[in-house]
């Protein structure tokens, strides 16, 4: 496990921060968590585009 400086459960410290923040809405919960979501996916399409890109180049006889 990782531990902050405190020696406290770094994980364990960010979710009870999470949890002791104010409540949100349904509608804007689905909404920061589909955001997130989305981000993420983003995120694997750019990394699967440059590791294509980089075997293209390595076909190709590129450095």
Not at 26 to 38: P, R, V, Y
């Amino acid at each position: 496990m990782t531990k902050a400086k405190n020696g406290w459960d770094k994980n364990l410290t960010n979710v009870v921060d999470a949890l002791s923040g104010p409540e949100l809405p349904a509608l804007e919960n689905q909404q920061n968590n589909q955001a997130k979501n989305d981000r993420r996916h983003q995120d694997r399409l750019n990394v699967g585009s440059q590791r294509h890109e980089a075997e293209r180049n390595h076909q190709a006889g590129e450095s």
